[in-house]
């Protein structure tokens, strides 16, 4: 066994621990010692210093420019222009003519309008009722007896206001046809007698027929 290699790796071995033990004593120093002169640096107050403005010395006193001469030109030359004044013509004379009156115009005065004449009334489309144009309707007169009412309608055609034809129509008739033709014949008897102006085209007429009348 060889003590002498044995020393040798000791003695390294210690040396190695010592270095890194001076190392690590080096580097605590210097943090501790930075670390001391921050915390001092910061606690120290802050001094503000006003530096004033150096204002420059103003310049010496120079006389103000002379004013510009100022001349104003001569007025432009304006030839007067000839203007030739020419003279009117003497009026020609008046010469007055004597006119003789004329004789005076006799006065007619005019004819008066001629009468405005309405127009006839528009004819209506289609029968209307006698009673609508119509002036003079008599009543019927009816000498029969019956017992039920009767309803009948006549259709009149009308020439200058005259009953020309009628036409009748039974709506409604009466039971005893003896009584009826009675009746037509009375109701016929009275519408030829209607006078209706000057009227001309067809006119209806209802009659309603009840007994006792």
Same mark, same amino acid.
């Given at each position: 066994? /060889? ?46 210093? =006003? @530096? ?14 002379? +004013? ?6 001569? !007025? !432009?030359?304006?030839? @007067? ?5 020419q003279t009117a013509a003497p009026p020609p004379p008046i010469t007055i003519q004597s006119q003789q009156a004329a004789p ?19 004819? +209506? ?6 009673? =609508? ?11 029969? /007896? ?52 000057s009227y001309e085209g067809e006119v209806t007429q209802p009659f309603l027929v009840k007994p006792g009348e």
């Amino acid at each position: 066994m /060889d003590f002498a290699q044995d020393g040798k790796a000791g003695s390294r071995t210690t040396a190695f621990i010592l270095v890194v033990g001076i190392h690590f004593l080096m580097i605590w120093a210097i943090v501790s010692g930075l670390a001391t002169k921050i915390v001092k640096k910061i606690a120290e107050p802050i001094e503000t210093q =006003v @530096i004033e403005e150096v204002k420059p010395p103003p310049p010496p006193d120079t006389p103000p420019p002379p +004013p510009p001469d100022l001349k104003a030109p001569p !007025p !432009p030359f304006v030839p @007067i222009p000839e203007v030739a004044i020419q003279t009117a013509a003497p009026p020609p004379p008046i010469t007055i003519q004597s006119q003789q009156a004329a004789p005076p115009q006799e006065f007619k005065p005019a004819p008066p309008p001629a009468p405005v004449v309405a127009p006839p009334p528009p004819r +209506p489309a289609g029968p209307i009722q006698a009673k =609508v144009v119509c002036t003079k309707m008599p009543l019927p007169e009816i000498s029969v /007896d019956f017992d039920s009412p009767g309803e009948f309608e006549y259709t009149l055609t009308l020439k200058n206001g005259r009953v020309a034809a009628a036409q009748v129509k039974v709506i409604r008739g009466v039971p005893d046809r003896r009584a009826q033709r009675a009746i037509i014949q009375a109701l016929d008897a009275a519408v030829r007698q209607y006078e209706c102006g000057s009227y001309e085209g067809e006119v209806t007429q209802p009659f309603l027929v009840k007994p006792g009348e």
